[in-house]
């Protein structure tokens, strides 16, 4: 992508604004304190997500049932399930197994838990969602992931154990930030914070384009809609929303 030497300018400005920060993460103090530190600020960055986007989320998981299995059961893998704010819209009755590659998120993971007792929890899964080892090959119905892929090490490779764990016919749900469009503000933004927002924001990345690897992962059904997202900051605005079947 080619930047400007605006964009160059504002974006080193930015990064010495953040020098102390980058001197912290040189000196390796940075990565444990954001692993700690961040579970409390997606607590509440959850919650006015959340509301911001509640017609959005409603909407996506409407048909979540459709994918039940033959006995009528939904058996839901969430990867990155974070604090669990998608548990208020998921059925009753649900079988759902979640984990995510940061343990410190288990305190509001449960709570969240406690919260939506329509929810039964099968199992916790002690791993990074690039290597679900433990989940058997077509053994869910759904899988779903809301701003996970701008931040996990190889979006293909999640792809890949996520298409080897749904069984046939399952359903992949997302809803993902990600790159703006070209010439846009979105983009121009994006540019010049994306190397401060990674290390603030435990590997958050603004410049991908998740859907190309979507299209890419051998689904038989691609749903997909980029939408602006109703958010105030222009970062992460644009989004991608839908769902793939197998
Ligand atoms: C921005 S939070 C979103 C949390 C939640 N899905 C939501 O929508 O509120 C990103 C989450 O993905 C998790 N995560 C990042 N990389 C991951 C990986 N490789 N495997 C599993 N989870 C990962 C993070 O720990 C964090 O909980
Ligand atoms: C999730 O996995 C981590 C290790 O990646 C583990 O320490 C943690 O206990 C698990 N949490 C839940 C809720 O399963
Ligand atoms: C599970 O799926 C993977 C990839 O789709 C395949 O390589 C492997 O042989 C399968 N394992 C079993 C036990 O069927």
Known sequence: ??????VILLRTGVQLLALPIYLLWYLGLWGPFCKKAFPHVMAQVAVSYNKKMFSKKKELFSNLKDFAGPSGELTLLEIGAGTGANFEFYPAGCRLICNDSNDNFNKFLYKSLSQNPHLQLERCVIAPAEDLQQ?????????????VLCSVKSIERVLSEVCRVL??????????????PPSSWNLFWQQIYDPVWQIL????????ETWRDLEKAGFSELKLRHICAPLNWHPTKPHIIGYAVK
Do not use: K, Q
């Open 201 to 208: 924001f435990d590997d958050c990345h603004l410049l991908r």
């Open 135 to 147: 989940i058997p090959n077509a053994s869910v119905d759904v899988v779903v992931c809301t701003l």
């Open 167 to 180: 069984r046939p016919g399952g359903a992949f749900y997302f809803l993902e930030h990600v790159v703006g």
């Open 1 to 6: 992508m080619e930047s400007s030497w605006l």
